[in-house]
């Protein structure tokens, strides 16, 4: 069975840095990786997709990299804003099947 | 464009009573999903369909049931809730092939007591 881990479990960083948000996963036989954000009370928004065949995606700000022999990926937020702060999730769609596995996610605290 | 649309937002059930969430894509999507997401947990599957008339179990399917009679729509129903289907429910959907991501609606906070 497919688990995904993500580290750390909350973050709080000053207005301004850079950071990197971890997730593992255990299986490698993986369809694609996919990035949400979460707001309080609200749905998901996806961020990144990565294909099992890309090292890298990029939007903005974000950059997800992917290492699917060692099981991680890693997203990276340039500068960030007190408005990045959510919850991020991380999502490993198997080859095998339809759905999504989730880590449990990485709070976020962007501080003025 | 609506994306995935979920009704209702918040409800309140007693034990035992019965309730259906409604989910509607107008993506076209084949697959559909719901989760459930508890506090501190990640999300969990509870059905899915890859079709109109087709639908199959996830992770946590005991005490709901699902159907699948257009690709629009994709209804979970209760039918004895149980304080432990206290959660938020999501909705969610993608295309087929693996070049596209789910489309999550914005959820429904169910509450049993």
């Known amino acids: 069975k497919q688990e995904v881990t993500q580290i750390p479990a909350a973050l709080s960083v000053p207005e301004g840095e850079n950071l990197v948000l971890n997730c593992s996963f255990t299986?490698?036989?993986?369809?694609?990786l996919q990035w949400f954000r979460q707001d309080p009370g609200k749905g998901l928004t996806s961020l990144l997709l990565?294909?099992?065949?890309?090292r890298e995606q990029t939007s903005g700000r974000l950059n997800a990299s992917l290492d699917k022999s060692s099981g991680r990926s890693t997203l990276y937020i340039a500068a960030s804003q007190p408005g990045d702060s959510a919850t991020y999730l991380c999502?490993?769609?198997?080859?095998?099947?339809?759905?999504?596995?989730f880590g449990k996610g990485t709070s976020l605290l962007v501080t003025p | 464009n609506a994306g995935v649309t979920q009704t209702p937002k918040f409800r309140i059930l007693k034990i035992g009573q019965s309730m259906t969430l409604q989910c509607t894509q107008d993506?076209?999507?084949?697959?559909m999903y719901w989760y459930r997401q508890d506090p501190g947990m990640g999300l969990k599957l509870i059905y899915y369909?890859?079709?109109?008339?087709?639908?199959d179990k996830g992770e946590v399917p005991n005490g709901y049931n699902v159907s699948r009679s257009t690709t629009e729509d994709f209804p979970l129903r209760l039918e004895l809730a149980a304080p432990s289907q206290t959660s938020v429910y999501f909705c969610?959907?993608?295309?087929?092939?693996?070049?596209?991501?789910?489309?999550f609606g914005s959820g429904t906070r169910l509450t049993v007591v």
């Open positions: 299986d490698s036989a993986i369809y694609n």
């Open positions: 369909s890859v079709g109109a008339g087709i639908t």
């Open positions: 999502a490993v769609r198997p080859n095998s099947g339809y759905a999504l596995n």
């Open positions: 969610a959907s993608s295309p087929t092939g693996s070049n596209y991501g789910y489309t």
């Open positions: 990565i294909q099992s065949s890309q």
């Open positions: 993506m076209n999507h084949n697959y």
